[in-house]
């Protein structure tokens, strides 16, 4: 049990090594100089508490009393690194816990959870894409054997109307048939963080 508890122990130390290693040559690619522009910024709502581990029970509904208070303006590169870090969020902006509160978004994210069917993070990038991800980060439930993770598209305007978001995430799913989608996910979503991200392109997708 000693033995198999120390293979765990560096199995994640290995795991975080390269995650850091990733960030950093990462962010010295996208940092705003190398980019010749302004950076692409979204508002979100994006808890101030990172996780190591998914959380349960009690935490949950203090994460979720939390994020109506954190509305942020981010750089989609600074969230991917938060969220892929354990940060929870939100991909919308809302004033309150449900849905009926929705103020706006330009975010899709799809949580593929893999319970159905099985779809890897390369399998899902060598399909065809009608709207481009711009980022993928592993969830914590996420193993070397059965991947699970979320997939974030970014959008060039903003949308108030929830309908209309709920519209633009079906639009969204509707190009993936074969992919085992949790479809419980809504643009109100707690979107829990992770531990690592796998893809990263800066992606904007028009409107539809």
């Known amino acids: 049990m000693e033995r198999l508890n120390e293979m765990i122990q ?25 980019k010749g522009g302004e950076e692409i910024m979204v508002d979100v709502l994006l808890d101030t508490v990172a996780y190591d581990e998914k959380p349960q029970g009690a935490t ?14 981010i750089a989609i590169n600074d969230l991917a690194e938060a969220v ?13 816990t449900n849905n009926a509160s929705f103020v706006s978004s330009s975010l899709v994210a799809l949580d593929i959870d893999n319970k159905d ?8 990038m060598a399909l065809d894409h009608k709207y481009q991800p711009c980022f993928i980060y592993e969830t914590f439930s996420s193993t070397t054997e059965h991947e699970r993770f979320r997939v974030v598209y970014a ?10 978001m709920v519209a633009l995430y079906n639009e969204v799913i509707a190009q993936y048939p074969t992919v085992d989608i949790d479809l419980s996910v809504d643009p109100g ?9 796998r893809y990263f392109n800066m992606a904007i997708n028009a409107v539809p």
């Open 155 to 164: 959008f060039d305007n903003t949308i108030t109307d929830y309908s209309t």
């Open 189 to 197: 979503k707690i979107l829990f963080g992770g531990r690592t991200l």
């Open 10 to 34: 560096n199995f994640w130390e290995e795991q975080k090594e390269m995650h850091e290693q990733f960030m950093e040559e990462w962010n010295n690619l996208f940092n705003k100089e190398d």
């Open 60 to 73: 949950i509904g203090a994460i979720a009393n939390r994020l109506p208070q954190n509305q942020t303006t």
């Open 117 to 124: 069917s099985y779809t890897t993070v390369d399998e899902f």
């Open 84 to 96: 892929s870090n354990g940060q929870s969020w939100k991909a919308s902006v809302l004033t309150d």
